[in-house]
């Protein structure tokens, strides 16, 4: 499991990524190569959800390795984050028609996804508008909820994982949590692999065993 992100002492902003320490993302960011923004709404929703469901057992390394697979924290397609954390321009996923994909008609006229005939995942987390419209929340304390947002997306996200599996700390609870989020085996293979590579990127290293005196 990945080692828990460091609280701040004192809160630096609005939202959960105020809460985490800046030495620890500066750190951790360095060590992973991941965003600074993604890794404060990661570490920040793991933070959150330990201390509001901490049975769930999320890890922000697991958040990151979603994040990752989905849009490259929020770099999909040319896209980056803006100062309020905001993918820029919008990422939205193919439409789901079944071809290679779910079959999702449209749920919400194209007012979240933009496709007023089949729904398209949205946003750096790629929330379908069902998911969006169950979850949807201001994880940047901006007054604003936007999936498109990465607070507010990964704060979505770490709900309905949390939702989805009780138990991320145990190999057959993170496997249900990730399956909830995308079924394919090579999907949970690929978030696994970044989660474990970001997970060890900021392990202390193991001590070398002390030798054993000669008699």
Known sequence: PAEPPVVAAERTGPGIGGIVDPSWLAATSAATGIPEQALAAYAGAAIFKAETMPACGLSWATLAGVGATESDHGRHGGSWLDADGTATP????VALDGEGVALIPDS????????????????????????????HVDGGGDGVEDPQN???????????????????????????????????????????????????????????PTPTPAS
Do not use: K
């Open 90 to 93: 919008g990422i939205f996923g």
């Open 108 to 135: 919400d006229g194209g007012e979240i996804d933009g496709d007023p005939d089949l729904d398209r995942a949205v946003g750096p987390m790629q929330l379908i508008p069902e998911a969006w419209r169950n979850w």
């Open 150 to 208: 990465i607070y507010d997306a990964v704060l979505a996200a770490a709900n309905y994982l949390c939702r989805a599996s009780s138990a991320f700390d145990t190999e057959e609870g993170w496997r249900a949590g990730i399956r909830s989020y995308n079924v394919p085996e090579h999907y949970l293979g690929t978030v696994a692999r970044y989660a474990v590579r970001y997970a060890e990127a900021v392990r202390p290293p193991t001590p070398a």
